[in-house]
């Protein structure tokens, strides 16, 4: 079992000036909301969903039909966004109750296009979750029991979803539109720089000379690629195309390179300072400050990659796994000029959020600045202005392309939260969580992450932890769990499916690039990613490990705890000894991690 896979436009399309400029477009869009102020939801989000379709319904198409059709989707789809943005006042006075057949029309092709711009960016599952709950939000009045509803007035619920500042224009497209755009964008104008040259040789220079050092670059530099990708799919496909060929020239198992690549650029997604669209989700979910978020993300993101180094000491005892040949290291001088193309916007980033005061979105706009200076330079420091345009030029298009795929997928998780909310579908859910549970904390927390794991092998993360903590959060939260520690737990959980079988992503590139059975790699992965099982659960167990903003002490005290634990747990589980010293280690950790 293999999954699809987008098509990917030859390099020609890529840099096709239409591409470009449109992807420039979306970029000078974005960018200019953050300078231009205040600008009425119903104008800026509808905007943004015109903005994406040509991405994902013309650039992404794979046959000619598709492109046919994607031409005219397109066209009226933006047609009506403008639609939508152009009589915003008004419409804003209609309190999202449809009073014409137009209106009507209009709302009902939205929420068709929606589903199939989900479906062609990233596949059918998150579409057909949506498509069901519009069905539910339609027709649940024909439900019996507990899960019906009293039914809604059509004229209600297509206008609370497309008319209304909620459904598709929610305060989740507005986090699509306000942040997670300007900080793919600060990814892609990274990424267009040497930016990932710096990172592979910072982590080479660091790691290399350790045993395994081969599978620790591939850590490191996965953690901080992952970091700005924010997608372990990516993450894999790009640093994995350096770090998989390295560990195999070195005479690492297939499956163990891949296994590595895979667990590395997993856990890109809960690495501050971006983790991916996550963490800008969480914000608003939570109401929780950026920067709290990202102190309460940093430690367990620190315990999950400590697992995994360790996992590869422990596989050591195994194979032989050598430390990267002194010759294909980088020299001190390359690590220093390499590395100033990421740590120059990064501590610009940091310093206008921390020493300034500023929103992360404005501090992302000013990196982003910083970031496009930098690409007049290669990794000599020569300055080009050809190769600035080349690079600039990819950075748009790459921009552009996944600002689309992400608002896609938020668009279409939004349909499905507004359902949620018209019907009260979510409390029922809850209330079915803590009947299940018996009101008891770990139960309803092994529900959740049984539920978290189901829902994140059909959709992306992200869809899969806003749906998932819509329903569960306030179940947790009800059960003594603070809602930031349940967001958390959430989230984390619904990163299970890119490592754990039958469905997993990440693994499933890493084979194909590895040329390994999948099954051999995912078994590897989930004893390499072990701490993404247990440190969620550890949270819960020692919930100062995520107050570091408020209780540093602590919060390092129970994550050098926890890591004492989980290293003994990781050990136990992978090295070659014998059994009774592998499961008194695995005992002994546990012990520590939640009772100690």
């Not at 096709?16 to 009425?40: D, E, K, N, R």
């Amino acid at each position: 079992m293999t999954p699809s896979t987008p098509s990917v436009p030859s390099d020609d399309a890529r840099i096709a000036p239409g591409w470009v400029a449109l992807g420039a477009a979306s970029v000078a869009f974005h960018l200019g909301l953050i300078f231009y102020g205040l600008t009425p939801a119903l104008v800026s989000r509808p905007l943004h969903m015109a903005l994406l379709l040509p991405w994902v319904l013309i650039f992404m198409a794979k046959t000619p039909w598709q492109r046919v059709s994607g031409w005219v989707l397109t066209a009226l789809g933006i047609a009506a966004c403008v639609y939508i943005a152009w009589n915003e006042a008004a419409l804003a006075d209609q309190y999202g109750f449809i009073d014409t057949h137009l209106q009507m029309a209009i709302g009902v092709f939205l929420m068709a296009l929606v589903l199939e711009a989900a479906r062609r960016a990233i596949g059918w599952p998150l579409p057909l979750v949506a498509l069901l709950a519009l069905l539910y939000g339609a027709l649940g009045q024909y439900v019996p029991g507990t899960f019906g509803h009293p039914g809604l007035p059509m004229q209600s619920m297509v206008g609370s979803l497309t008319i209304a500042e909620g459904g598709l224009w929610g305060s989740l497209t507005g986090v699509s539109v306000g942040v997670v755009a300007i900080f793919v964008i600060f990814g892609a104008v990274l990424n267009a720089g040497e930016a990932g040259r710096g990172f592979m040789n910072l982590a080479s220079v660091v790691a290399g000379r350790f045993t395994g050092g081969a599978a620790k670059v591939s850590v490191i530099s996965s953690a901080l690629m992952g970091s700005i990708s924010g997608s372990a799919s990516a993450n894999v496909a790009s640093t994995g195309a350096i770090t998989i060929p390295s560990m195999v020239r070195l005479g690492y198992p297939r499956s163990l390179a891949g296994a590595v690549e895979a667990v590395a650029s997993s856990g890109g997604q809960i690495m501050p300072p971006l983790m991916g669209a996550g963490a800008f989700v969480m914000v608003e979910l939570t109401g929780t400050p950026y920067t709290q978020i990202m102190a309460a993300a940093l430690l367990p993101a620190f315990l999950y990659f400590f697992t995994v180094w360790i996992g590869i000491n422990a596989y050591a005892t195994r194979h032989d796994l050598k430390p990267v040949d002194e010759s294909e290291r980088p020299t001190r001088r390359e690590v220093a000029i390499t590395s100033l193309f990421f740590a120059v916007p990064f501590v610009l980033l940091l310093e206008r959020i921390f020493v300034g005061g500023y929103t992360p979105q404005y501090a992302a706009s000013v990196a982003i600045f910083a970031g496009m200076a930098l690409l007049f330079f290669d990794v000599t420091l020569r300055f080009s202005a050809r190769g600035f345009a080349h690079r600039l030029a990819e950075a748009a298009v790459t921009a552009g392309r996944q600002i689309a795929v992400i608002g896609a997928i938020i668009i279409c998780a939004s349909l499905v939260i507004g359902v949620l909310s018209l019907t009260g579908l979510g409390v029922k859910i809850t209330s079915g969580i803590l009947s299940l549970s018996n009101d008891m904390l770990w139960p309803a927390l092994l529900l959740t992450a049984l539920a978290c794991l189901i829902l994140g092998m059909e959709v992306p993360t992200t869809a899969a932890y806003v749906i998932c903590v819509s329903v569960a959060g306030p179940a947790l939260t009800s059960l003594g769990l603070e809602p930031l520690l349940a967001h958390l737990f959430v989230f984390w959980y619904a990163l299970l499916s890119t490592i754990t079988p039958p469905v997993c992503g990440g693994v499933f590139i890493a084979a194909g690039m590895v040329g390994e059975n999948w099954l051999k790699v995912a078994f590897k992965a989930m004893a390499l990613g072990i701490g993404l099982y247990l440190i969620p659960l550890a949270m819960v167990a020692n919930p100062d490990m995520i107050a570091l903003a408020f209780d540093p002490t602590g919060a390092l005290f129970d994550t050098a705890k926890v890591a004492l634990g989980l290293g003994c747990i990781s050990f136990g589980v992978i090295a070659r000894k014998a059994l009774w010293l592998r499961l008194a280690l695995v005992a002994v950790g546990a012990l520590v991690v939640f009772l100690v």
